[in-house]
């Protein structure tokens, strides 16, 4: 059984920084993939960054730049550090762990970006 504890969330001011982290039970490097996705209020949920197997990233547009996903195989931790976070950030973030056929989530964590 896979299980994903995800931590770091919070309230910061527009302009500021988080970093997320997410501890995967099991050893991270033989998932298929890991990555945070975040849902506002009334909206769907949406992919923010995901890193594969071979360390490959990949992010949605309107966080290049600003969002850098990263891991540490030792600690079997997955991170997104979030920069020049903006109130349309906020939201609750979760993350996603793919192995094989299965795709398994944190319980989320909330970001809120508000001065």
């Known amino acids: 059984q896979v299980q994903l504890v995800e931590s770091g969330g919070g309230l910061v001011q527009p302009g500021g920084s988080l970093r997320l982290s997410c501890a995967a039970s099991?050893?991270?490097?033989?998932?298929?993939?890991m990555g945070w996705y975040r849902q506002a209020p009334g909206k769907q949920r949406e992919m923010v960054a995901t890193?594969?197997?071979?360390?490959?990233?990949n992010y949605a547009d309107s966080v290049k730049g600003r969002f850098t996903i990263s891991r540490d195989i030792g600690k079997n931790t997955v991170y997104l550090q979030m920069n020049s976070l903006k109130p349309e950030d906020t939201a609750v973030y979760s993350c996603?762990?793919?192995?094989?056929?299965?795709?398994?989530w944190g319980q989320g964590t909330q970001v809120t970006v508000s001065s």
């Open positions: 996603n762990a793919v192995l094989g056929a299965t795709g398994y």
């Open positions: 890193i594969t197997f071979a360390g490959s990233t």
């Open positions: 099991g050893t991270v490097f033989r998932f298929n993939a």
